[in-house]
């Protein structure tokens, strides 16, 4: 293939609308070259997806791109600005290791944020250095695509490159670069950078913008302020329910991490919860455990009242009515995080109809799984199959009565048993991102580059509800270790 050609077909369709916003929303810069780029991991069916062609994507300058290397026509990099609560303290952020290429328009038409990550300094760096290792990078290649296949809306992984160059962390680690795709970057963050230093004026084209791009059906309304403040916290109700479900657990919800599109962002020191314990916490840094598992649904709702503060002034001229409408909005959130966490519980132990008393039964359930360090995928897992000779749980003395009680409340409703089992297998995924599993993938690929064991398990997790043969090896449990899993900011 000639060069040229390479570049034609490649289907890089860009644009920026984001650059097109007022200059004090970002930086516009170009990625610093690296010295030589390797293509580690290209995601087949995301790029397909995207309009792009897998083959001329592996050609060398389809690499180029993915390193920085090259710019692709319709691109033009930035850097965004914005702000955040980290760990409940503001601060003044921005991409300080990313770049924002443009927006891919698919062939469906949609517009999708195309960034790289640890493609250089920028100005928002502070004393970082804009850089990133490979392992982190797989890391969030591996744990986004199983969200994704799981069907929790996230930010996907295109690509992986490493750059043949070195980082420097705790020790010296191969350089690489992601390339995310996301719905778009725009954080609660992005609103609070503006209302900080920026004009009325300059809120109001951002909020007009995010309307656009993510709530178009209420981009026009007389009060779309409000209507987007309410949207979004719909969004992320159903978000953050849908990390309980699984127990995902994100690890830094500082407000620079929470979209506005409802997607999950920034993988770093997110982890699953093996045995069911609220109070879970991975992070090596968040010792308050402010992000525990058990949190989330309160942090997303502090997080959601930050945002609310961002955009008091378009929401109402008189601010004392534009609090109490402000704060009537993020008083839904919680009942409305419930109900989207008491469906998805429902739909996780074969119940397709409401009973009051089905929260008592769900609660016993978990109280059980607490008290008995039950593992919380493997349990419904064990619920779904009838597989309890499995579960900790089954010779427990309060099992017995509380599976009676199951029983009888599916019995209870119209549908069979054998639809419940399928509703069950479809809520149940067969498998998550196991903290050892993950572990085991990312060394073979950093230390010996063999990157094998992470397109296996990146296979059995494209499909978490499949309950094939294959994915039965990937249900065990971490060995007992007196070290509980740590897992790191700043990689
Ligand atoms: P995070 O914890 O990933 O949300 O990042 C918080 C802030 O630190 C963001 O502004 C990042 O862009 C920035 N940051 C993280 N790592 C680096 C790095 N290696 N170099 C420069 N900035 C970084
Ligand atoms: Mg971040």
């Excluded at 609660?188 to 300059?202: N, P």
């Excluded at 309160?298 to 004392?320: C, G, K, M, S, Y």
């Excluded at 199951?406 to 089992?421: F, M, T, V």
Aim: proline share 5%; glycine share 6%; with cysteine.
């Amino acid at each position: 293939m000639t060069r040229e050609k390479a570049i034609i077909e490649t289907g890089w369709n860009l644009d920026n609308s984001y650059a097109r916003l007022p200059k004090s929303f970002f930086t516009s810069l170009n990625p610093i070259p690296v010295r030589s780029p390797k293509l580690i991991i290209l995601n087949y069916p995301l790029a397909t997806s995207l309009g792009l062609d897998f083959q001329a994507l592996k050609s060398i300058d389809g690499v180029a791109v993915f390193a920085g290397n090259r710019i692709p026509e319709g691109a033009s990099p930035l850097a965004q600005a914005y702000a955040g609560h980290q760990f409940g303290h503001f601060a003044l952020l921005g991409d300080g290791r990313a770049l924002l290429l443009g927006e891919q328009i698919t062939p469906k038409g949609e517009r999708v944020d195309i960034q790289l990550k640890g493609s250089g300094p920028t100005p928002y760096s502070r004393r970082g250095d804009g850089r990133a290792a490979l392992g982190p990078m797989l890391r969030e290649y591996i744990i986004s695509e199983a969200m994704h296949a799981l069907g929790i809306p996230t930010t996907r992984s295109l690509a992986v490159v490493t750059t043949g160059e070195s980082v420097i962390r705790e020790t010296k680690l191969p350089g690489a670069i992601l390339t995310r795709v996301a719905a778009s970057h725009l954080r609660v963050g992005t609103f609070q950078y503006v209302s900080e230093w920026g004009a009325v004026e300059d809120l109001r084209v951002l909020a007009d913008y995010t309307l656009q791009r993510h709530y178009p059906d209420v981009a026009d309304a007389p009060n779309r302020y409000l209507l987007l403040l309410q949207e979004v916290i719909k969004r992320q109700a159903e978000l953050i329910a849908k990390w309980q479900l699984v127990g995902f657990i994100h690890g830094v919800m500082n407000t620079d991490n929470m979209t506005l599109s409802g997607e999950t962002i920034d993988y770093g020191p997110c982890a699953f919860m093996d045995t069911y314990y609220p109070a879970t916490v991975f992070s090596s840094i968040d010792v308050q455990g402010r992000y525990a598992y058990g949190n989330q649904p309160n942090i997303a709702a502090w997080n959601l009242a930050r945002f609310a503060e961002t955009l008091l002034p378009l929401v109402h001229d008189n601010q004392e009515e534009a609090i109490k409408l402000a704060q009537d909005a993020i008083s839904d959130f919680t009942d409305l995080y419930h109900r989207n966490w008491l469906a998805g519980m429902r739909a996780k132990l074969g119940i397709f109809n409401e009973e009051i008393e089905d929260e008592s039964l769900i609660e016993g359930l978990l109280k059980m799984m607490q008290k008995y360090r039950a593992d919380y995928t493997n349990t419904f897992r064990a619920l779904t199959f009838d597989r309890l000779e499995d579960s900790v749980l089954s010779g427990t003395p309060e099992f017995g009565q509380w599976r009676e009680q199951w029983q009888a409340r599916l019995g209870r409703q119209q549908e069979s048993k054998i639809s419940s089992y399928q509703l069950m297998r479809n809520a149940n995924p067969a498998l998550i991102p196991r903290n050892h599993q993950v572990e085991a993938a990312l060394e073979a690929a950093v230390k010996q580059e063999d990157y094998s064991v992470m397109e296996q398990l990146l296979d059995v997790l494209s499909n978490p509800y499949a309950h094939s043969p294959e994915q039965a090896d990937y249900c065990t449990l971490p060995e007992l270790s007196s070290q509980p899993y740590r897992t790191f900011c700043g990689t």
